[in-house]
């Protein structure tokens, strides 16, 4: 059995170890377009921070690619897949033939087209090794940052920078930070938050042209800078699955077992478009957890194995200047605002079933209490619901249900 | 309120310097004794509450506790001793008996202490209990006096009607409601696991414990609770109780707040209703009533279960045990004033009845004399408090021993004597559901076969030394026990020579 | 694999099995200067509300959501002993948002700690066990 990966990550890492658990034998070979061993890419802007260092960053020891006898190809790119032949072209010539193949190709920035932008010289993106690097050996004390994206790679780079440069201003169009994984409440004292440790924030709005130093926006605000950070979001890389012919929407579709529409090729991790367990239909979910679960299940079916994940669910846990917010599910039916001494609590409830939950601060405490919940679909009569509500507790789950989380086989 | 006389006599050192705060103490506390204090940011205890349990001692992870005893004192009275003076205090203030438990703590002569045993030297070998065949087992019930033999000669050997027992110690009766479930359960499992008895005392027998009827002694005393043709069936032997060493001539009463519905179920009595034990059985007057019982007792089981009647050490027992001995019982036990209670009166668990050595002794004695000794095996209880107390009862005649205070030390018991309080930190004599669940019986009744078990190895050791190899030939040979600063008249009732003769 | 597991009817909420988590986990030899004066960072939390109590620490899954969680890389089985290099924990929570047990908790050095059944440290046997008065927790096969 001929194994190969396209993409050298945290899909194809999951995907390595479930092949390998049942398939010892089989080629494994690992084709990464970028020059380093697999890292972790929600690191690098701990990295910036001093708070890793590229060796602690690789995810998994160069002895774990002997012992599972993986062949990686670093620094080369695939170009494109014959699903005839079975075999993936890669850019220096090489083809290779496989058996089953997984897509693990990521996701790149979106860059926004924006007048005058690509006149700017100190122009970057926060999403890989290399990127994060150059922007670093970019910082001087008396830089002015501007950062295009409040979201979670915005607001990670500003932490990341701040205290190695003179301002960092962020901007975005939507009217609060983080707002596609935090409600308004929240968000205002995740702003409050940021801004007392100096960030500035001009939200509601956006770039509406650049100089090399300048940007415009469209409020007429004009902010000047030295560096600028795009970070408006990702999209899944799909060009080679859409050529070779895969079905393909924002991202490469799957379905709980990894499978795209052929049954020899599989993908994984943001690249992929695959069921969420809430709404029940397929959606980008471009989260590290999640591409660890559809890399493993990818892993076991290709490798002959029967796996199924059906429980996809977007997750988030982040931490901001000291600040941790864990968000987990979605953000529908009847919400309850729990008053927390120390944070922010709301939970959302819907057909007896926890489905979302966003956690600021001490709230977030065994908060994977309600990730299972969520992940779990227990029902909500079950258990002591306004004890569970108040605290995350095991306390709150009935009596035998807890012999069986503590007593039984785990 | 009025003045309080008494002065706690108890002292609670804490070693600040060693302190955590962890609050084990405070937590494991039922008196409430300990407590954090949030503005000196330390532990604090108040004393007056503390029994010396030992609970908080034995918890605390530091070791930053101990209890002392109060020097605060009297002035010194040979003969108004402080409690003296305290009990006079306490009844004067409450105008009630003065209510103890456990044994009597009075300094009376402990027999076992002034008894030795002998072993052998050069004339005749000592035995490694490790090399060589130790018999520690042995049969309670009546002894035919003859041998009768079949057709062919052979020696006719009937067993039926007697109890075997692995190692010649049982447990003695503690009922369900004096002690906890969990404490019961203990002894069940362990005296099952070892091959002996425990006995359910008056308490009847929980649904939950039949699973351990073939190593349960069964009682029936003067209150009849929770006496039942099953509950008779359900044991391997049949005890009636007529008395107790700790209280010998009174009954016994568990206050209504302990008859919870689990003890009210059992004990066939309505939920939190007292349960009084009269002084005498009120069908009992004569040896010849005793009887009536006794084969009552035997009929209701087809005479399949050995019938065992207890009594307590009192000044005329051999006399007493004479007629018991006829009265049809298999096995007499009997429970010296040292015994212990859940609860007593003081004045009657300090001064009433009579040591367990002075009354085995007699009572070995007039059964030979009378020729009736083979009737009737005899237990005696009341204080065994170790394995060579257990070697000496034997060799004065007993043929196998009751232990129930040893037990509960074994199971935690730090005999702090407030069993009548229900608030037993141990779990042991309390039915406080938050305090039982402190007694796992899984830990507990190992803690019980491991006593045993080493109280085994002991007397195997001893006898080994002794040149014995068997407890029936222990039994009642008094030549391997020497007095030690015994006068005349009680080595007489002792049967036993004088050290150096 | 020989696991904790929690017999809860015989919890007493006395606490012990996290101190001596504490102090095992500590380095210090002395369980005083370990502990005294300290907030206690415990790898096992016991819950409490009203008469019930039971002690909850890592279970050891055999699918653990918290190694595939980590963002670092940080978590790893060991022989099935889930175990978290803290040189590698960079304290973004993700392992929190993933443990359905909630047994993972911020230690006091700003990374994530864990119950490692004492195979880290000098004990040798888990330490709350040591500790518990009541068989509470047993560490066993099942």
Same mark, same amino acid.
């Given at each position: 059995?001929?194994?190969?990966?396209?993409?050298? *990550?945290?899909?194809?890492?999951?995907?390595?170890?479930?092949?390998?658990?049942?398939?010892?034998?089989?080629?494994?070979?690992?084709?990464?377009?970028?020059?380093?061993?697999?890292?972790?890419?929600?690191?690098?802007?701990?990295?910036?921070?001093?708070?890793?260092?590229?060796?602690?960053?690789?995810?998994?020891?160069?002895?774990?690619?002997?012992?599972?006898?993986?062949?990686?190809?670093?620094?080369?790119?695939?170009?494109?897949?014959?699903?005839? $032949?079975? =075999?993936?072209?890669?850019?220096?010539?090489?083809?290779?033939?496989?058996?089953?193949?997984?897509?693990?190709?990521?996701? *790149?920035?979106?860059?926004?087209?924006?007048?005058?932008?690509?006149?700017?010289?100190?122009?970057?993106?926060?999403?890989?090794?290399?990127?994060?690097?150059?922007?670093?050996?970019?910082?001087?004390? $008396?830089?002015?940052?501007?950062?295009?994206?409040?979201?979670?790679?915005?607001?990670?780079?500003?932490?990341?920078?701040?205290?190695?440069?003179? *301002?960092?201003?962020?901007?975005?169009?939507?009217?609060?930070?983080?707002?596609?994984?935090?409600?308004?409440?929240? *968000?205002?004292?995740?702003? =409050?938050?940021?801004?007392?440790?100096?960030?500035?924030?001009?939200?509601?709005?956006?770039?509406?042209?650049?100089?090399?130093?300048?940007?415009?926006?469209?409020?007429?605000?004009?902010?000047?800078?030295?560096?600028?950070?795009?970070?408006?979001?990702?999209?899944?890389?799909?060009?080679?699955?859409?050529?070779?012919?895969?079905?393909?929407?924002?991202?490469?579709?799957?379905?709980?077992?990894?499978?795209?529409?052929?049954?020899?090729?599989?993908?994984?991790?943001?690249?992929?478009?695959?069921?969420?367990?809430?709404?029940?239909?397929?959606?980008?979910?471009?989260?590290?957890?999640?591409?660890?679960?559809?890399?493993? =299940?990818?892993?076991?079916?290709?490798?002959?194995?029967?796996?199924?994940?059906?429980?996809?669910?977007?997750?988030?846990?982040?931490?901001?200047?000291?600040?941790?917010?864990?968000?987990?599910?979605?953000?529908?039916? =009847?919400?309850?605002?729990?008053?927390?001494?120390?944070?922010?609590?709301?939970?959302?409830?819907?057909?007896?079933?926890?489905?979302?939950?966003?956690?600021?601060?001490?709230?977030?405490?065994?908060?994977?209490?309600?990730?299972?919940?969520?992940?779990?679909?227990?029902?909500?009569?079950?258990?002591?619901?306004?004890?569970?509500?108040?605290?995350?507790?095991?306390?709150?789950?009935?009596?035998?249900?807890?012999?069986?989380?503590?007593?039984?086989?785990? | 309120?009025?003045?309080?006389?008494?002065?706690?006599?108890?002292?609670?050192?804490?070693?600040?310097?060693?302190?955590?705060?962890?609050?084990?103490?405070?937590?494991?506390?039922?008196?409430?004794?300990?407590?954090?204090?949030?503005?000196?940011?330390?532990?604090?205890?108040?004393?007056?509450?503390?029994?010396?349990?030992?609970?908080?001692?034995?918890?605390?992870?530091?070791?930053?506790?101990?209890?002392?005893?109060?020097?605060?004192?009297?002035?010194?009275?040979?003969?108004?001793?402080?409690?003296?003076?305290?009990?006079?205090?306490?009844?004067?203030?409450?105008?009630?008996?003065?209510?103890?438990?456990?044994?009597?703590?009075?300094?009376?002569?402990?027999?076992?202490?002034?008894?030795?045993?002998?072993?052998?030297?050069?004339?005749?070998?000592?035995?490694?209990?490790?090399?060589?065949?130790?018999?520690?087992?042995?049969?309670?019930?009546?002894?035919?006096?003859?041998?009768?033999?079949?057709?062919?000669?052979?020696?006719?050997?009937?067993?039926?009607?007697?109890?075997?027992?692995?190692?010649?110690?049982?447990?003695?009766?503690?009922?369900?409601?004096?002690?906890?479930?969990?404490?019961?359960?203990?002894?069940?499992?362990?005296?099952?696991?070892?091959?002996?008895? /425990?006995?359910?005392?008056?308490?009847?027998?929980?649904?939950?414990?039949?699973?351990?009827?073939?190593?349960?002694?069964?009682?029936?005393?003067?209150?009849?609770?929770?006496?039942?043709?099953?509950?008779?069936?359900?044991?391997?032997?049949?005890?009636?109780?007529?008395?107790?060493?700790?209280?010998?001539?009174?009954?016994?009463?568990?206050?209504?707040?302990?008859?919870?519905?689990?003890?009210?179920?059992?004990?066939?009595?309505?939920?939190?209703?007292?349960?009084?034990?009269?002084?005498?059985?009120?069908?009992? /007057?004569?040896?010849?009533?005793?009887?009536?019982?006794?084969?009552?007792?035997?009929?209701?089981?087809?005479?399949?279960?050995?019938?065992?009647?207890?009594?307590?050490?009192?000044?005329?027992?051999?006399?007493?045990?004479?007629?018991?001995?006829?009265?049809?019982?298999?096995?007499?036990?009997?429970?010296?004033?040292?015994?212990?209670?859940?609860?007593?009166?003081?004045?009657?668990?300090?001064?009433?009845?009579?040591?367990?050595?002075?009354?085995?002794?007699?009572?070995?004695?007039?059964?030979?004399?009378?020729?009736?000794?083979?009737?009737?095996?005899?237990?005696?209880?009341?204080?065994?408090?170790?394995?060579?107390?257990?070697?000496?009862?034997?060799?004065?005649?007993?043929?196998?021993?009751?232990?129930?205070?040893?037990?509960?030390?074994?199971?935690?018991?730090?005999?702090?004597?407030?069993?009548?309080?229900?608030?037993?930190?141990?779990?042991?004599?309390?039915?406080?559901?938050?305090?039982?669940?402190?007694?796992?019986?899984?830990?507990?009744?190992?803690?019980?076969?491991?006593?045993?078990?080493?109280?085994?190895?002991?007397?195997?050791?001893?006898?080994?030394?002794?040149?014995?190899?068997?407890?029936?030939?222990?039994?009642?040979?008094?030549?391997?026990?020497?007095?030690?600063?015994?006068?005349?008249?009680?080595?007489?009732?002792?049967?036993?020579?004088?050290?150096?003769? | 694999?020989?696991?904790?597991?929690?017999?809860?009817?015989?919890?007493?909420?006395?606490?012990?099995?996290?101190?001596?988590?504490?102090?095992?986990?500590?380095?210090?030899?002395?369980?005083?200067?370990?502990?005294?004066?300290?907030?206690?960072?415990?790898?096992?939390?016991?819950?409490?509300?009203?008469? &019930?109590?039971?002690?909850?620490?890592?279970?050891?899954?055999?699918?653990?959501?918290? &190694?595939?969680?980590?963002?670092?890389?940080?978590?790893?089985?060991?022989?099935?002993?889930?175990?978290?290099?803290?040189?590698?924990?960079?304290?973004?929570?993700?392992? &929190?948002?993933?443990?359905?047990?909630?047994?993972?908790?911020?230690?006091?050095?700003?990374?994530?700690?864990?119950?490692?059944?004492?195979?880290?440290?000098?004990?040798?046997?888990?330490?709350?066990?040591?500790?518990?008065?009541?068989?509470?927790?047993?560490?066993?096969?099942?």
């Amino acid at each position: 059995m001929h194994y190969v990966m396209i993409g050298n *990550s945290i899909a194809s890492t999951a995907c390595i170890e479930a092949v390998r658990a049942i398939d010892a034998e089989g080629s494994i070979t690992v084709i990464g377009e970028e020059d380093h061993p697999c890292y972790s890419r929600p690191l690098i802007s701990y990295l910036l921070q001093g708070k890793t260092d590229e060796n602690r960053m690789v995810y998994r020891s160069e002895a774990f690619y002997e012992e599972n006898k993986v062949t990686v190809m670093r620094g080369v790119r695939a170009q494109s897949i014959d699903r005839e $032949e079975k =075999t993936v072209c890669l850019e220096n010539g090489i083809s290779l033939w496989y058996d089953k193949l997984l897509l693990a190709t990521g996701s *790149s920035p979106f860059i926004p087209p924006i007048k005058g932008l690509e006149e700017v010289k100190n122009r970057f993106t926060f999403l890989t090794l290399d990127e994060a690097k150059r922007l670093e050996s970019n910082l001087r004390k $008396e830089s002015r940052v501007l950062i295009l994206g409040a979201g979670l790679v915005g607001l990670k780079c500003a932490e990341a920078i701040i205290d190695k440069v003179q *301002s960092v201003s962020v901007v975005d169009l939507a009217p609060r930070v983080l707002m596609s994984v935090l409600d308004d409440a929240a *968000s205002e004292q995740v702003r =409050t938050h940021l801004q007392k440790q100096g960030l500035r924030f001009f939200l509601g709005d956006s770039i509406a042209e650049c100089t090399p130093n300048e940007a415009l926006l469209q409020s007429g605000t004009v902010i000047g800078f030295d560096l600028l950070v795009i970070a408006v979001g990702v999209k899944p890389n799909i060009q080679i699955a859409l050529e070779a012919g895969l079905d393909v929407n924002r991202g490469i579709l799957i379905d709980e077992g990894g499978r795209t529409s052929d049954a020899d090729v599989f993908a994984a991790g943001d690249c992929t478009e695959g069921p969420e367990m809430i709404i029940g239909r397929k959606t980008v979910l471009a989260l590290l957890p999640n591409a660890y679960l559809q890399g493993e =299940t990818a892993g076991t079916n290709m490798a002959g194995g029967t796996a199924s994940f059906d429980k996809a669910v977007a997750m988030n846990a982040l931490s901001l200047m000291g600040l941790h917010l864990i968000t987990v599910g979605r953000y529908e039916g =009847t919400s309850h605002l729990v008053p927390c001494k120390d944070g922010y609590k709301r939970l959302f409830v819907k057909d007896n079933h926890l489905v979302g939950c966003i956690l600021v601060g001490e709230a977030g405490k065994r908060s994977g209490i309600y990730t299972a919940m969520i992940r779990n679909k227990v029902e909500l009569d079950s258990l002591n619901f306004d004890l569970i509500c108040e605290e995350p507790l095991l306390m709150a789950f009935a009596k035998s249900v807890r012999q069986q989380q503590l007593g039984g086989p785990v | 309120m009025g003045i309080n006389y008494l002065y706690p006599p108890f002292e609670i050192i804490r070693n600040q310097d060693r302190c955590i705060a962890c609050r084990v103490c405070e937590r494991q506390c039922a008196n409430l004794v300990h407590h954090y204090d949030e503005d000196k940011k330390r532990m604090t205890a108040d004393e007056s509450l503390c029994v010396n349990c030992h609970r908080c001692v034995s918890l605390c992870p530091t070791r930053a506790l101990k209890i002392v005893k109060t020097d605060h004192t009297f002035k010194e009275n040979a003969n108004w001793k402080t409690e003296v003076i305290e009990d006079i205090y306490r009844q004067a203030q409450s105008g009630g008996v003065l209510l103890a438990s456990m044994g009597t703590p009075k300094e009376y002569p402990v027999y076992w202490d002034k008894m030795l045993i002998n072993a052998s030297q050069v004339t005749n070998p000592s035995i490694d209990p490790l090399r060589e065949p130790m018999e520690t087992r042995t049969y309670l019930g009546k002894k035919s006096a003859k041998i009768t033999r079949d057709g062919e000669g052979r020696i006719i050997t009937s067993t039926t009607g007697q109890l075997k027992l692995d190692i010649p110690i049982m447990f003695s009766a503690m009922s369900y409601g004096s002690i906890s479930y969990n404490a019961h359960k203990s002894l069940a499992m362990a005296a099952s696991e070892l091959g002996t008895f /425990y006995n359910t005392g008056e308490g009847g027998l929980h649904k939950d414990f039949y699973q351990y009827g073939k190593n349960t002694i069964v009682q029936v005393a003067s209150g009849r609770f929770g006496v039942h043709p099953e509950y008779l069936n359900a044991g391997a032997a049949i005890e009636i109780k007529m008395g107790q060493g700790a209280k010998p001539g009174i009954g016994g009463h568990l206050p209504g707040s302990k008859i919870g519905e689990d003890i009210s179920a059992t004990r066939m009595i309505p939920l939190h209703a007292d349960a009084i034990s009269p002084a005498p059985h009120h069908d009992i /007057y004569s040896i010849e009533d005793l009887r009536q019982l006794v084969y009552a007792l035997k009929e209701a089981t087809r005479y399949t279960k050995p019938v065992i009647v207890k009594v307590a050490a009192v000044h005329n027992i051999s006399a007493i045990a004479s007629g018991i001995a006829r009265s049809g019982a298999d096995i007499i036990a009997i429970d010296g004033f040292r015994g212990g209670t859940g609860a007593a009166p003081a004045r009657i668990r300090d001064n009433v009845g009579i040591p367990i050595e002075l009354a085995l002794a007699s009572v070995d004695q007039r059964l030979r004399q009378e020729g009736i000794r083979g009737n009737v095996s005899l237990v005696v209880g009341g204080s065994i408090r170790s394995s060579s107390d257990v070697i000496k009862a034997i060799a004065l005649g007993a043929d196998a021993v009751y232990i129930a205070t040893s037990a509960l030390v074994a199971l935690g018991c730090h005999l702090c004597r407030t069993c009548h309080s229900g608030k037993c930190n141990w779990g042991i004599a309390t039915q406080n559901p938050e305090l039982v669940k402190r007694l796992n019986p899984e830990v507990g009744s190992q803690h019980l076969v491991n006593l045993l078990t080493a109280w085994n190895h002991e007397i195997k050791e001893m006898m080994g030394g002794m040149g014995i190899n068997s407890i029936e030939a222990l039994k009642g040979n008094r030549l391997m026990l020497r007095g030690i600063a015994l006068h005349e008249t009680e080595l007489k009732i002792l049967g036993i020579a004088h050290a150096g003769q | 694999m020989k696991r904790i597991y929690v017999n809860e009817m015989w919890c007493l909420g006395c606490h012990l099995c996290e101190y001596y988590c504490a102090y095992a986990n500590s380095g210090i030899q002395d369980m005083v200067k370990a502990l005294k004066d300290k907030q206690i960072q415990a790898r096992i939390t016991v819950e409490q509300r009203g008469t &019930i109590s039971f002690a909850v620490n890592c279970r050891h899954c055999t699918e653990p959501l918290c &190694i595939k969680s980590c963002i670092a890389g940080a978590i790893t089985s060991k022989d099935g002993v889930i175990v978290i290099d803290q040189s590698r924990c960079v304290l973004c929570y993700s392992c &929190i948002m993933a443990c359905p047990y909630g047994a993972l908790m911020p230690a006091r050095e700003g990374v994530m700690q864990k119950c490692e059944l004492c195979t880290t440290n000098s004990q040798g046997q888990p330490a709350c066990i040591q500790g518990c008065p009541n068989k509470a927790i047993v560490f066993e096969e099942r």
